[in-house]
């Protein structure tokens, strides 16, 4: 299982580090994204990082403030959130799509893929 962790509060304009690893498995032979939940709210597909090249993509309502990045030799996923807005707080996951799911234009697809994720990680933003 995934293990987000992380996440805190911070002020407007903050920055926050969320990872993503987990136990018995290796993550560089993954696609592993990112989705975030507000209580009442669809999930928000955030980010994805595919393997081989590690090609990835965010979301446009995150770009140039998030990036998504992995360590195999800490088997751990990175998501850094940069200039955090009120609008970012929620819960984030990471999250593996099962087999079916093909990176590319329609990354976003990965939330009706999902194969596994873990608890999420609270992300709370203040202005």
């Known amino acids: 299982q995934l293990q987000a962790s992380g996440g805190g509060s911070v002020q407007a304009g903050g920055s926050l580090r969320l990872s993503c690893t987990t136990s018995g498995f290796s993550l560089e032979y993954y696609d592993i994204g990112w989705f975030r939940q507000v209580p009442g709210k669809e999930r928000e597909a955030v980010s994805i990082i595919s393997t081989g090249d590690d090609p990835t993509t965010v979301a446009d309502s995150v770009k140039g403030r998030f990036t998504i990045s992995r360590d195999n030799a800490k088997n751990t996923v990175y998501l850094e959130m940069n200039t955090l807005k009120t609008e970012d707080t929620a819960v984030y996951y990471c999250?593996?799509?099962?087999?079916?799911?093909?990176?590319?234009?329609?990354?976003?697809?990965?939330?009706?893929?999902?194969?596994?994720w873990g608890q999420g990680t609270q992300v709370t933003v203040s202005s």
């Open positions: 999250a593996i799509p099962r087999l079916g799911y093909v990176y590319g234009d329609n990354w976003a697809d990965f939330l009706s893929f999902l194969a596994s």
